[in-house]
C-alpha cells in the first residue's frame, strides 16, 4: 500500500522558515516526480515545487523561487521542502505527491498524501 505522508506544518510569522517532510513507503519511487501542491482556502490546488527522484532535477513555481528549495533523501525514502522568508500569501494546505509523467499538473500525480497546514502570519 502506498503511502505519503507529509509532516512539519504550523504557524510561523512572516519571514520564518519550515521545513515539510513527506516519508514516502509502499512501493520503489526511483522512476517517480515527486511533488509538493499547495491548496489555499477557496482556491485550486497549485504546484510549488518538484524533483525527479532518480536525478534530482528541480522544478519551482514563480511564486517561491528563490525562496523554497526541495530536496530527497534516497535512504529514508523522504521529500523535504524547505521554505524560507514565508509570506502571508504562502498560507495553505500542502500536499506531497507522485508521478511516474507528470512535473506540475495534479490531475497527473498518482499518489497524494493527506495534507499538512502551513499558516504564516503577518
Known amino acids: 500500500q502506498v503511502q505519503l505522508v507529509e509532516s512539519g506544518g504550523g504557524l510561523v510569522q512572516a519571514g520564518g522558515s519550515l521545513r515539510l517532510s513527506c516519508a514516502a513507503s509502499?512501493?520503489?519511487?526511483?522512476?517517480?516526480?515527486m511533488g509538493w501542491f499547495r491548496q489555499a482556502p477557496g482556491k485550486e490546488r497549485d504546484f510549488v515545487a518538484g524533483?525527479?527522484?532518480?536525478?534530482?532535477?528541480?522544478y519551482y513555481a514563480d511564486s517561491v523561487k528563490g525562496r523554497f528549495t526541495i530536496s530527497r533523501d534516497n535512504a529514508k525514502n523522504t521529500v523535504y521542502l524547505q521554505m524560507n522568508s514565508l509570506k502571508p500569501e504562502d498560507t495553505a494546505v500542502y500536499y506531497c505527491?507522485?508521478?511516474?509523467?507528470?512535473?506540475?499538473?495534479?490531475?497527473?500525480?498518482?499518489?497524494w498524501g493527506q495534507g499538512t497546514q502551513v499558516t504564516v502570519s503577518s
Open positions: 505527491a507522485a508521478s511516474r509523467v507528470a512535473v506540475k499538473i495534479p490531475s497527473q500525480f498518482d499518489y
Open positions: 509502499g512501493r520503489t519511487f526511483s522512476n517517480y516526480v
Open positions: 524533483i525527479r527522484w532518480t536525478l534530482a532535477m528541480t
